[in-house]
């Protein structure tokens, strides 16, 4: 089982609730529901069925609001976000795949 502090070092430890992913990120708890119907980010879910969100998640939620703050509409910037992470993660695997 995971101890505590690597929990929190983890960037995908479910850590932040709804309210306060959104207080975090000045935004509404509607406009984290849009991103995951967007499938942007996919929450986990508490045992009582309440939304969970990552760091990592959060990241991809800053980036987004930022996106549609300067007149993206949302399902562009999600769009895009996706593809930027799906490049960013080919990239690692290429340079792993070169080193070794």
């Known amino acids: ?3 505590p502090d690597d ?3 983890d960037e995908d430890y479910p850590a932040y609730t709804m309210g306060r992913a959104a207080e975090i990120l000045g935004c509404s708890q509607d406009f984290l ?3 995951g119907d967007a499938k942007l980010i996919d929450p986990q879910r ?3 069925g309440h939304r969970r969100y990552s760091r990592y998640q959060l990241r991809l939620a800053a980036r987004a609001r930022e996106m549609c703050d300067q007149g993206t509409d949302m399902a562009s910037a999600c769009r895009i976000i ?3 992470d799906q490049l960013e993660e080919a990239l690692r695997r290429n340079e792993r795949y070169q080193q070794g």
């Open 33 to 35: 529901r849009r991103l």
């Open 82 to 84: 996706i593809l930027e």
């Open 46 to 48: 508490s045992g009582g």
């Open 1 to 3: 089982m995971a101890q």
């Open 7 to 9: 929990m929190l070092d």
